[in-house]
């Protein structure tokens, strides 16, 4: 972007169109000059999310709307001299009608990857109950489903608006995606004079007595429905407590009343974040702990027990230990060690001043750190990818140990896998390029670990909107300072002790820079960043210094939508 603008030779200035292209021009003398896309962050035309404009599908370049069913056409160009303006309904939707809402199915066809973060996702199930889902929902535009190699275990995706949709190659991407767009089918009108018209005639004075018996045959069902629902909400509720019950490697299970009276009726607040408020407590054994309650249960079951599976069957002195939970009924709380100091993010972003932190410290966190994650990745029964690493998931006790905490992210991956298909998930800013195809591996922490290196070496978050225009996005920041050889610019000038390491804290950038590396390949394992910290293996010399496009979702939010973040961590937040 920079070089784009910093080198004009006459008055410039960028749109952004309609495509989804943030488009530079330049004035030539008699007209303007497209000098190309400043984002260009996709790999092809038809990544981009309106390139086809509505309901539109894109295949190598081209435009066009959803193919007919049974001779039937749901869709029209809105314009056919311009198929890049899109589809629209034939018949819109309607949902008094929604008796004849249908499915056109559409193979081989996926969405653009910026998944809309209020659509309706499920993970873990099949093609059948994903479109069941979407004409359950009258706001869903259609089912989007997508799975490796079970179909029974697939990820299904409701949208409430459809941009453009594309073709998609199963050999390429290696998963399969189908598109089952919702349309009305044609209504019936009956005719003067058909058997419909004339048995409507011959309804006469049994209107009123068929009302009668309608009405008590509807309150008969409506009662017989209420009820079965309440016996399935209190057997699905059974459900889930057994579920917990299996759980392995948990030390105790707490019921909501013991937690209560530990947190005192949870009147001590210490931190919080997404759908969870944590507090401080006391066992009955006199050991102080810290308590998450989730505040929104039927949004974050599902991480609720990511992270109680995951943490519960790992033990390392470089991850939060777990002590316990409660799953009572609709109660979902969380029980960990307590530490006393809180989250990295207030220690090394200045919220307390008087509370600087050397660069033995910084030094020694990073490398609890980078331990605590190579458990993860190599040393457990599955890899584990945490896939939400930032400062505020960075736990220190009394000793400014640090220990990885929020398993609500997390995946497992097999051993003999190389990669997951996932939906995008963790907080921008700290997002691998790689999370635009929804292919990642457990490299993705490793990219976030490069940037939480940037983050504790310089004082200050990778967006940071306090600062400067050219200064807010700390990888471009680095960039520009790789290029000038001023890379002791950018260390934390709040602490004096920082500045007396200057040699030793530029080498500890170049460890962050090879894990920062665009291509996920070419970014180190956390063992090997473990040996570089301890002193038995060197950096990588080959590195590749374009970090400014390294995160295209920080540009996407910036300049696109930045009330409307992509997919936060839901179990976040100080402990």
Not at 323 to 346: H, P, Q, T, W
Request: net charge negative; with cysteine.
């Amino acid at each position: 972007m920079g070089a784009l603008v910093t080198h004009a030779s006459s008055v410039q200035y960028m749109r952004l169109e309609s495509d989804g292209h943030l488009r530079l021009y330049e004035w030539g003398g008699t007209g303007w000059n497209r000098l190309g896309d400043v984002l260009n962050v996709f790999p092809d035309e038809c990544q981009y999310p309106t390139v086809c404009g509505e309901y539109g599908i894109c295949s190598n370049g081209q435009c066009s709307c959803p193919s007919v069913k049974k001779d039937a056409t749901f869709f029209r160009q809105v314009n056919e001299r311009q198929p890049d303006l899109g589809c629209s309904l034939v018949t819109p939707l309607s949902c008094q009608s929604n008796q004849k809402h249908t499915f056109l199915p559409l193979n081989n066809i996926s969405y653009f990857n910026y998944i809309d973060p209020d659509a309706v996702a499920i993970e873990h199930t099949n093609e059948e109950i994903c479109k069941q889902a979407c004409l359950m929902n009258c706001s869903c535009k259609a089912a989007l489903f997508q799975y490796g190699g079970n179909s029974s275990d697939g990820s299904c995706y409701l949208p409430s608006q459809i941009f453009s949709l594309k073709s998609h190659d199963p050999d390429i991407y290696h998963f399969n995606s189908s598109a089952y767009v919702k349309v009305q089918a044609a209504q019936t009108v009956p005719t003067p004079g058909t058997p419909q018209t004339l048995q409507k005639k011959s309804v006469g004075a049994g209107v009123i007595v068929g009302f009668s018996i309608g009405a008590l045959f509807a309150v008969s069902v409506v009662t017989g429905f209420v009820i079965v629902l309440i016996r399935r909400r209190k057997a699905r509720e059974l459900d889930e407590e057994d579920q917990f019950d299996k759980v392995q490697g948990i030390t105790s299970r707490f019921s909501f009343e013991e937690l209560k009276i530990a947190t005192e009726n949870f009147c001590q607040k210490i931190g919080g974040g997404g759908f969870g408020s944590v507090f401080e407590g006391t066992l009955s054994d006199g050991t102080i702990v810290a308590v998450k309650r989730l505040d929104g249960v039927g949004q974050g079951k599902k991480e609720f027990l990511a992270e109680v599976e995951t943490i519960g069957s790992i033990h390392h002195v470089n991850l939060v230990r777990l002590i316990g939970f409660c799953a009572e009924k609709s109660y979902r709380l969380l029980v960990y060690e307590y530490m006393c100091n809180g989250s990295l993010d207030n220690w090394i972003f200045h919220r307390m001043q008087d509370n600087t932190l050397g660069w033995q410290i910084r030094r020694r966190i990073i490398t609890d750190i980078a331990k605590g994650l190579a458990y993860l990745h190599e040393e457990c029964r599955q890899k584990i990818a945490h896939l939400d690493i930032k400062p505020q998931n960075i736990l220190l006790d009394n000793d400014f140990n640090a220990k990885v905490s929020d398993f609500g992210l997390s995946r497992f991956i097999d051993r003999d896998q190389a990669e997951v298909i996932t939906r995008m998930r963790g907080t921008p800013g700290y997002l691998a390029p790689e999370w635009l195809t929804s292919i990642i591996t457990e490299k993705a922490d490793v990219y976030s670990y490069g940037v939480v290196i940037m983050e504790i070496i310089c004082g200050r978050k990778n967006l940071d909107y306090t600062q400067k225009e050219e200064d807010f996005h700390l990888m471009s920041l680095l960039q520009v300072k790789v290029d000038e050889n001023r890379l002791s610019d950018m260390i934390d000038n709040h602490s004096e002790d920082m500045q007396q390491h200057v040699s030793e804290i530029i080498e500890i950038m170049k460890l962050a820079m090879w894990c920062l590396q665009s291509e996920c390949n070419k970014r180190p394992s956390m063992s090997a960043v473990v040996k570089v910290l301890e002193g038995s293996l060197s950096v990588e010399s080959n590195i590749d210094y374009n970090f400014s496009n390294t995160d295209p979702l920080v540009w996407h939010n910036v300049n696109i939508d930045t009330s409307a973040p992509l997919v936060p961590s839901i179990l976040s937040g100080p402990r």
